[in-house]
């Protein structure tokens, strides 16, 4: 395996900063606030965009990168910004060439030949493919033919936001090694996990490269799901809480439109690729009947939410408005008349588990209206 520190020019690819998110103060006062195999789809969004003699180019480098070779060959010069373009590529679209890594040597002139560098010798990946091969066999065991797409996507977001933690690791936490194996992982290694489960499927998904508001380097994927286009941010719905709270997770960034994110939490890099408009309203919480009709009937929703969430082991609860009155008005409703004690009072009236009263945690996301309580079960306040 090639030593990195020995490259020149080299350019990174990827990175990602944490999302780290307080803990809102508890809100004390309720009136104050089977086996499966992975073979590249010619079909695929990015690959379809390229032109012919790009995937001829794409190609060679997808296949020298997975026999680790360490130089892919063309049949001619290729310019350098046109073999950055293809590596980028085949780093994002290839996710199970979990080996390779995301250095690129840039020419200074054309040339025909690529350098490679990987993360992982070639004698350890098979055992790494066993791993990852026994973890997606479990994940996809849990469905059946009757499995819709939507509930495919819905499971694999939860699974990789349940089971894996943001690391600033160099090598794992980039790949869907990291994430399916290790449990540990930064944006594109979220991203590239969901993108392959996405390809096993045979959902058509990308990882995408861009920026968060801050301005530093993000991924994230779009997917295709009956014929409309989405992004989904597994990281984002991943925050890393302090304190921890390893329950918690959210929808606020599945299956959500351009004017959801583009320009205000996410901004996408089309130095080389253009991308399918995501315009689709019927994300998260319109499929799963969480957008209420006005904003006074956000505390009928969160009753009848917060029963059946307690009843299944867990204590978050969400709805999303549909703009920004709504939103003002379910707030007030909630967090100012009382509207949150009486959910909180209808799940101890119903439920065999037993929630504070007049305890819970509150997050506000203004721009997608979402309104979502942590609901605090009672035996957790007797340590206090």
Same mark, same amino acid.
């Given at each position: 395996m090639k030593k990195l520190a020995a490259v020149l020019l080299v350019i990174m690819l990827t990175g990602c900063s944490k999302i780290i998110e307080d803990v809102p103060d508890v809100n004390d006062s309720l009136s104050d606030s089977p086996?499966?195999?992975?073979?590249?789809?010619?079909?695929?969004y990015i690959y379809s965009e390229l032109s012919a003699k790009e995937r001829e180019y794409y190609d060679i480098i997808a296949a020298a990168a997975r026999a680790h070779e360490e130089t892919a060959r063309f049949p001619e010069k290729v310019e350098p910004d046109t073999l950055r373009k293809l590596f980028?590529?085949?780093?994002?679209?290839?996710?199970?060439?979990?080996?390779?890594?995301?250095?690129?040597?840039?020419?200074?002139?054309?040339?025909n030949k690529l350098t490679l560098y990987y993360r992982f010798e070639d004698m350890d990946t098979e055992q790494m493919k066993a791993e990852i091969d026994a973890e997606t066999d479990r994940i996809f065991s849990a469905?059946? /033919?009757? &499995?819709? @797409?939507?509930?495919? $996507?819905?499971?694999?977001?939860?699974?990789?936001?349940?089971?894996?933690? +943001?690391?600033?690791d160099e090598n794992y936490a980039r790949t869907i090694y990291g994430a399916l194996s290790k449990g540990i992982a930064q944006c594109v290694g979220y991203a590239k996990t969901f993108d392959y489960l996405c390809s096993l499927a045979?959902?058509?998904?990308?990882?995408?490269?861009?920026?968060?508001?801050?301005?530093?380097?993000?991924?994230?994927?779009?997917?295709?799901?009956?014929?409309?286009?989405?992004?989904? /941010?597994? &990281?984002? @719905?991943?925050?890393? $809480?302090?304190?921890?709270?390893?329950?918690?997770?959210?929808?606020?960034? +599945?299956?959500?439109?351009?004017?959801?994110?583009?320009?205000?939490?996410?901004?996408?890099?089309?130095q080389y690729f253009t991308y399918p408009a995501c315009t689709a309203d019927d994300n998260y919480y319109v499929r799963e009947g969480l957008v209420p009709k006005w904003g006074a009937e956000s505390g009928g929703i969160l009753k009848d939410l917060a029963v059946k969430r307690i009843n299944e082991g867990h204590k978050d609860i969400a709805v999303r408005l549909k703009d920004e009155s709504a939103y003002s008005v379910?707030?007030?409703?909630?967090?100012?008349?009382?509207?949150?004690?009486?959910?909180?009072?209808?799940?101890?009236?119903?439920?065999?588990?037993?929630?504070?009263n007049d305890r819970y945690i509150r997050y506000l996301n203004d721009d997608l209206f979402i309104i979502h309580i942590t609901m605090i079960y009672k035996d957790e306040t007797k340590s206090e």
């Open positions: 086996s499966v195999s992975y073979e590249h789809d010619d079909s695929r980028i590529a085949v780093y994002y679209e290839e996710e199970d060439i979990f080996w390779l890594a995301s250095f690129f040597e840039n020419p200074r002139h054309a040339t469905f059946d /033919d009757d &499995t819709s @797409d939507y509930e495919k $996507l819905l499971a694999f977001h939860d699974q990789i936001v349940l089971t894996t933690t +943001f690391e600033d045979g959902i058509d998904c990308m990882t995408v490269m861009g920026t968060n508001e801050n301005g530093l380097p993000h991924s994230w994927n779009i997917v295709s799901l009956e014929g409309k286009w989405y992004h989904v /941010d597994c &990281t984002w @719905d991943d925050p890393i $809480l302090d304190p921890v709270d390893e329950e918690f997770f959210r929808h606020y960034y +599945f299956l959500v439109k351009d004017s959801d994110i583009l320009g205000i939490t996410h901004s996408l890099d089309t379910a707030k007030t409703l909630l967090f100012e008349t009382g509207g949150m004690r009486d959910v909180l009072d209808t799940v101890n009236s119903q439920c065999s588990t037993k929630v504070c």
